[in-house]
């Protein structure tokens, strides 16, 4: 009597906007994103909540606390050549940490959907809930398609958007932040760096490859974004404090360019995230003059 009908309940996601970079307009993050709430739904165990519409990535943990979810998911969507890197990650709520991350080649929206399924065996399992829902022994149903449909192909779908940087913009891609920086702080540190770029004048972009891999693939990764003259690997330590941000910018044949680190303290005003914006504003600063005056390799189409 008085007993909880359901003493486990469904663990609740939310499922952001993937961010797009390279050629990838804005809407293809959001389409995936409704494409995998749609699928997780379907198959059940989950409770999926909408997101908010126009939360940017920097909110992402702070809006899925005031949800009162328990997880969510996001990643980043980037066309490499005939393919498209697809990166999904997934979030607890509770400590803020990734979870689960995957990456994976993929050239339709079929193969977007198919992520659903071990997205899901991932929450349910970091949930202690690694059996099936009782209500969901159901065939799961086919989430309705996008454009002309599941088999879309998404570097078709892509390709007509190209970015015209200008003459006297070149580009250059921040990649992801290594060191021992929570998620937030690296996320941060990585847009801080953006920002700073476009102030002295570079135009600069997020992308979602380790700096190992940008070092490794960097003419490939110059290639496939025209107009990259620079990558740059930024790397985020913390103490109690202050902080340092160590970035190091690479050209396309993966030579070096430069380095520049900041080391601010976070007990001035604005604390941590504020000692990162002048780490990143000194790291542009100082490599930029090094930068502006590359040129991007040229590419000859097959």
């Known amino acids: 009597m008085g007993a909880d009908a359901n003493p486990f309940p469904e663990p609740s996601v939310v499922v952001y906007p993937l961010t797009g970079t390279g050629q990838t307009p804005s809407e293809a993050g959001g389409n995936i994103a409704l494409l995998l709430a749609t699928k997780l739904s379907a198959l059940g165990g989950l409770a999926v909540k909408p997101s908010t519409p126009g939360t940017e990535r920097a909110q992402f943990l702070s809006a899925a606390q005031a949800s009162g979810v328990d ?22 709520v509770a400590s803020g940490s990734i979870v689960y991350s995957n990456t994976s080649t993929v050239r339709t929206y079929a193969d977007v959907v198919a992520q659903a399924d071990p ?3 991932a929450i349910l399992t970091h949930a202690g809930r690694g059996f099936p ?8 149903a086919t989430p309705p398609p996008i454009a002309s449909g599941g088999a879309l192909n998404l570097t078709k779908a ?34 801080a760096l953006v920002k700073s770029l476009h102030a002295t004048g570079l135009q600069g972009e997020l992308f979602p490859v380790s700096s190992a891999d940008a070092q490794h693939n960097a003419a490939a990764l110059c290639k496939a974004n025209p107009a990259t003259v620079a990558l740059f690997l930024p790397t985020l330590t913390t103490s109690g404090s202050g902080v340092s941000l160590a970035v190091n910018a690479i050209g396309c044949d993966g030579s070096p360019i430069g380095t520049q680190t900041s080391m601010q303290s976070t007990t001035e005003r604005g604390g941590l995230d504020a000692a990162i914006a002048r780490a990143a504003d000194a790291a542009a600063l100082a490599l930029a003059p090094a930068v502006k005056p590359l ?4 590419t000859t189409n097959p």
């Open 158 to 191: 892509l390709e007509h958007h190209t970015r015209d940087a200008g003459p006297s913009l070149p580009w250059g891609l921040v990649v992801q932040v290594d060191g021992d920086g929570t998620s937030d702080a690296k996320s941060f540190a990585q847009n």
């Open 119 to 121: 997205l899901r065996e």
């Open 71 to 92: 997880y969510y998911i996001t990643g980043y969507l980037t066309p490499v050549g005939t393919d498209v890197s697809l990166i999904i990650q997934v979030v607890s």
């Open 295 to 298: 040129t991007a390799p040229k």
């Open 133 to 140: 829902a009782v209500q969901s022994v159901t065939t799961p």
